[in-house]
């Protein structure tokens, strides 16, 4: 369950990594730790580039002080600020562009067409579906149902 201020916290934070040359990948409130800890990951916007140390310590400082200005977060937090890394769960538009092509694994909720899962290589995703090639059969997920995509060490062709 994504924490209530999640949406608020994004919505604070992605305009300033896109002012600062990153793309916020994704934005955790871990409340079950003392102190709580908000997990902030994110990549340069330019796929040639890999997230370095120093990427990770100017978006800290730079959300840092948005934080304290807006004082969402109400009592002591750690911000941590990083690379998402090499992960095989599927988010972004940027992650469905750059394994194009690579077999994956869908889970859909309802099931489509009486499956819950389905495997094949990444054709794409747009506003309405996410399409696999399944043994060369193009198939279209819609986008509202799909619950995950990861990417899956299988070959499915």
């Known amino acids: 369950m994504v924490h209530p201020l999640?949406?608020?916290?994004?919505?604070l934070a992605?305009?300033?990594?896109?002012?600062l040359?990153?793309?916020?990948?994704?934005?955790?409130?871990h409340t079950n730790q003392y102190p709580p800890?908000?997990?902030?990951?994110?990549?340069?916007?330019d796929p040639e580039q890999e997230t370095s140390h120093a990427d990770c310590e100017a978006m800290s400082q730079a959300l840092?002080?948005?934080?304290?200005r807006v004082d969402l977060i109400p009592g002591h937090y750690v911000l941590e600020v990083s690379s998402p890394g090499?992960?095989?769960?599927?988010?972004?538009?940027?992650?469905f562009v750059v394994f194009k092509g690579?077999?994956?694994?869908?889970?859909?909720?309802?099931p489509y067409k009486g499956k819950a899962v389905w495997s094949g290589h990444l054709l794409g995703r747009d506003e309405e579906k996410v399409a696999l090639s399944l043994k060369g059969r193009r198939v279209q997920l819609p986008r509202a149902s799909?619950?995950?995509?990861?990417?899956?060490?299988?070959?499915?062709?």
């Open 6 to 11: 999640i949406p608020q916290l994004e919505s």
């Open 37 to 45: 800890v908000l997990r902030v990951d994110i990549r340069p916007l």
């Open 21 to 29: 040359g990153y793309e916020l990948v994704q934005m955790v409130f």
């Open 146 to 157: 799909v619950q995950r995509v990861v990417l899956s060490g299988a070959e499915t062709e």
């Open 102 to 110: 690579f077999a994956v694994e869908v889970t859909v909720d309802p």
């Open 64 to 68: 840092e002080v948005e934080l304290d």
């Open 14 to 19: 992605r305009p300033l990594a896109a002012r």
């Open 86 to 95: 090499i992960s095989n769960l599927l988010i972004s538009d940027r992650d």
